[in-house]
């Protein structure tokens, strides 16, 4: 919790105590990051949640209409009802998926819930609580069977949105393949999903690498022109949402996720997004 410094005489300390009671009383201590109610203490600004998201990235969030201020998706309206149960106003802030954990880091939001991996990497500078399993899918050219298991990555071009746990995926496969005498893969990383489509639809690359959630809605949107390759990378990875190290907010968002999931809510909208409710874990 940050704090100003104190004058250092006695008499003005109990003064600005005092204003600060009265102020409370007639304020609520808006700006504070103080408990209100059902809300916990560590939020950046009292009676508001502000949530960092990468929005391009359905069925977990994007864009409709040109909304930027109101995402939708699963995650979204995941944070939208932790919001609710907090009784505070939920506010997003569109950021880069590689800038979500520093933006989350700079203090330019309480949480990141934004279909992250809560991978060892991001564990080291940030807290994750998982709520959902998941895993690496595969698209490629429809039609190409060049490609039927993760041994015939030996050598090809796949391309990956950068900075995230697929890329490393992807590295680690691709050391494996060298150390082995084979050609390793060629990593093409792009800032947006949608570069890591276009690279495969105009043959810059022969396949992509995406979490197994999105895989159906973006080649449900090539036209045919895309198709999913299943079981070629384990589901053994977790979706998580995550607070700054040791933050106050932690524990509070641990035992928010779990209400939500007891009560129905995050089931609810995993059918409403096409999502598999058996995949959501409990903190």
Not at 8 to 23: E, F, N, Q
Request: net charge neutral; hydrophobic share 35%; glycine share 10%.
């Amino acid at each position: 919790m940050n704090r100003r410094s104190q004058p250092a005489h006695v008499a003005t300390i109990l003064g600005a105590a005092l204003s600060a009671v009265l102020l409370s009383a007639c304020s609520g201590g808006a700006g504070t990051s103080a408990a209100s109610g059902k809300a916990p203490a560590g939020l950046l600004q009292a009676g508001q949640l502000s949530v960092c998201t990468d929005p391009e990235y359905p069925p977990m969030e994007y864009l409709e209409n040109g909304d930027t201020a109101n995402p939708t998706g699963f995650d979204s309206d995941g944070a939208r009802a932790l919001g609710k149960l907090w009784d505070v106003k939920v506010v997003f802030q569109n950021t880069s998926f590689d800038g979500l954990i520093p933006a989350l880091n700079a203090k330019r939001c309480d949480i990141t819930w934004s279909a992250l991996y809560v991978s060892p990497e991001r564990q080291r500078v940030a807290d994750g609580i998982p709520f959902m399993t998941t895993g690496p899918g595969l698209i490629i050219r429809s039609g190409d069977e060049s490609i039927r298991s993760a041994d015939d990555l030996s050598g090809k071009t796949v391309a990956v949105q950068g900075g995230g746990s697929n890329e490393l995926t992807l590295k680690a496969l691709s050391d494996k393949f060298t150390a082995a005498g084979k050609p390793g893969i060629t990593i093409q990383p792009y800032p947006k999903t949608a570069e890591t489509v276009a690279a495969v639809t105009n043959g810059k690359a022969d396949a992509l690498i995406e979490t197994d959630v999105a895989v159906v809605d973006m080649v449900s949107k090539s036209g045919g022109k895309l198709a999913s390759k299943p079981g070629i990378f384990p589901t053994e990875t977790q979706f998580g949402v995550f607070t700054r190290k040791g933050s106050e907010l932690t524990q509070p968002v641990t035992a928010g996720i779990k209400q939500l999931i007891s009560d129905g809510t995050l089931p609810d909208l995993a059918k409403k997004y096409g999502l598999d409710p058996s995949r959501l874990v409990s903190p």
